[in-house]
């Protein structure tokens, strides 16, 4: 029981010799961690802020009936889409974003919307209306916007290859910009898409009118004139729908906050480990320095 007691209090007398050398050195350990405070705000000043937007979309498209067997049989020979809509391989809301996410695509979205001057803002003279030196190439501006944009797909709806939502996040450090391309790719893609379906259509009927001349039988002219009907129903579609592909849910609003870097959250974290580390040297000037002195080292 005696033993018990004097590990006790030979506790409670290290713990209050523990408390007793930070408060000697407390002025020391205090001017640390201010110095590393200011610091770290001085630092994380300098770092440059980033915005995410988002936008909320699902799928538009619906798999049609694709008509008649002898109609649809013959389309697939001659390797034409007999759908008044698009084939569930286009219209599947992975491969949508995966267009979208394309270089083609994306140089044109930079081209159509003139963002090349945005992406490269420190190589473009606003007031001059002029690149400082060469300009920048397409491909560049292309790599630095895919690399802004995350598509999050809702996980069951893709597993399971259904029509389902996505969301498109554009982190850029300037709030408007990142909410306008948000707000702007989900459009383009539509539109991309829809004069994507009106030119294949456009093609297959000229290659139906050229079959049909060639050929007397009735029964292939009648199933090529019902497959000239359903191009004509793709290009209807594609003219007449302005969500072609995607539906805009929720659009995305001009972020006000940052997304990183957290600057209040980085500084308190860094003081923190600042008078952390402080203590610990205080202790290791104390104890194991002294200690590593009085070894005698062979060399």
């Given at each position: ?44 000043s300098t770092v440059e802020r980033t915005y995410v937007a988002k936008t909320l979309i699902k799928s538009s498209s619906k798999v049609g009936s694709t008509g008649e067997s002898n109609a649809s049989g013959l389309a697939g020979l001659l390797g034409i889409q007999a759908s008044a809509n698009l084939s569930a391989s286009d219209t599947d809301m992975d491969s949508t974003m995966a267009i979208m996410n ?198």
């Open positions: 029981m005696s033993d018990l007691n004097t590990q006790n209090n030979q506790g409670d007398v290290n713990l209050l010799e523990l408390i007793q050398v930070i408060l000697d050195h407390a002025k020391g350990i205090a001017i640390a961690t201010i110095i590393i405070g200011v610091l770290s705000a001085i630092y994380i394309s270089r083609e695509f994306l140089e044109k979205f930079i081209v159509d919307h003139d963002l090349k001057k945005n992406i490269f803002e420190d190589d473009w003279d606003q007031k001059e209306k002029s690149w400082i030196n060469e300009e920048p190439m397409l491909t560049e501006a292309y790599k630095a916007l895919k690399k802004a944009i995350k598509i999050t797909f809702d996980p069951v709806a893709f597993t399971r290859r259904q029509i389902g939502y996505a969301e498109i996040e554009v982190k850029w450090k300037d709030p408007e910009i990142a909410a306008y391309i948000a707000n702007n790719l989900p459009p383009d893609i539509n539109m991309y898409l829809s004069r994507q379906m009106i030119a294949e259509s456009e093609r297959s009927i000229v290659f139906l009118d050229e079959q049909f001349i060639k050929t007397n039988v009735l029964t292939v002219r009648e199933s090529l004139s019902k497959l000239k009907t359903e191009q004509i129903r793709n290009m209807m579609l594609a003219n007449v729908s302005k969500d072609f592909a995607v539906r805009i849910i929720d659009d995305a609003l001009v972020p006000e906050f940052p997304e990183s870097p957290k600057r209040a959250q980085f500084v308190i974290i860094a003081t923190a480990l600042g008078c952390i580390a402080s203590i610990i040297i205080v202790f290791l000037n104390i104890s194991v320095f002294p200690l590593i002195r009085k070894l005698k080292l062979p060399f």
